[in-house]
Nanobody, 123 residues
Framework: QVQLVESGGGLVQAGGSLRLACAASGGAFNMYTMGWFRQPPGKERDFVSAISWLGGLTYYADPVKGRFTISRDNAKNTVYLQMNSLKPEDTAVYYC????????????????WGQGTQVTVSS
């Protein structure tokens, strides 16, 4: 059983940056594919990015390509999401997710979820 805790959200102006972190406990972190999803108010939860067990493979949703970077530090049991050039449309609750499988780009591919962290980008 893996527990995930996100941090790093907040309020930022358009064009600014934030770095989200997700600390994992209770499992063999380096055996989990990790993902980030986001859920804007009144909308569905959408895929943002994912990273493979050892970090060799990364995936990004089209709206964030070139602006967001996912990384992981297996020694610290933490996955990060560096978000640059933020836009108002990036405003959402951001969730960290984990799975022992390949994961993929849908929420159904992940078994474990954090509580979410709010990111608000003002124009």
């Amino acid at each position: 059983q893996v527990q995930l805790v996100e941090s790093g959200g907040g309020l930022v102006q358009a064009g600014g940056s934030l770095r989200l972190a997700c600390a994992a406990s209770g499992g063999a972190f380096n055996m989990y594919t990790m993902g980030w999803f986001r859920q804007p108010p009144g909308k569905e939860r959408d895929f943002v990015s994912a990273i493979s067990w050892l970090g060799g493979l990364t995936y990004y949703a089209d709206p964030v390509k070139g602006r967001f970077t996912i990384s992981r530090d297996n020694a610290k049991n933490t996955v990060y999401l560096q978000m640059n050039s933020l836009k108002p449309e990036d405003t959402a609750v951001y969730y960290c997710a984990a799975t022992r499988s390949r994961g993929g780009t849908t929420p159904e591919g992940y078994n474990y979820w954090g509580q979410g962290t709010q990111v608000t980008v003002s124009s």
